[in-house]
């Protein structure tokens, strides 16, 4: 395995892509998210979005997936303290694939033992590179 770089605070890395399959959104909704929208073709396209939607919780897990994977502290894991705004920016249709931009905003210093590392964590359309997902990750410093 090459060793990862750990990022400093002003650098990006985007992650590799992932496919988002109609059969995993299915699955997942559900299991965890069962509204027409991300399990019934028929009934989507009378409701809001007029098709089968991916949910968000399950965008959201893929975007775990792949920021721990792309390993933007190196060796350090991605402890959570706290998960800002999160901003839906268009539905996730079922086969789009997902990749994740991790950029490292700043640092904040904790009163305690840990200081915090500040990200700006975005989930992209990984063939148009449309933003679909935004959030701010405060993570404990390992």
Not at 14 to 33: H, K, V, Y
Not at 66 to 84: K, Q, S, T, W, Y
Not at 124 to 131: P, Q, V
Request: glycine content about 8%; aromatic content about 8%.
């Amino acid at each position: 395995m090459v060793e990862q770089k750990a990022l400093r605070v002003g650098e990006s890395v985007t992650s590799r892509s992932a496919r988002l399959t109609r059969e995993a959104a299915i699955g997942f909704a559900q299991e965890f998210d069962p509204q027409p929208m991300h399990i019934d073709q028929t009934a989507a396209q009378d409701g809001f979005f007029g098709k089968l939607v991916a949910s968000g919780w399950h965008a959201l897990a893929v975007t775990m997936r792949l920021a721990v994977e792309a390993r933007p502290f190196g060796d350090a894991p991605l402890i959570g303290a706290e998960l800002g705004p999160i901003r839906f920016t268009q539905p996730i249709l079922p086969e789009t694939d997902l990749c994740v931009r991790i950029t490292f905003e700043s640092i904040e210093e904790g009163q305690g033992q840990h200081g915090y590392n500040l990200l700006k964590v975005e989930t992209l359309d990984a063939a148009s590179g449309d933003t679909l997902i935004c959030q701010r990750w405060r993570m404990l410093r390992a």
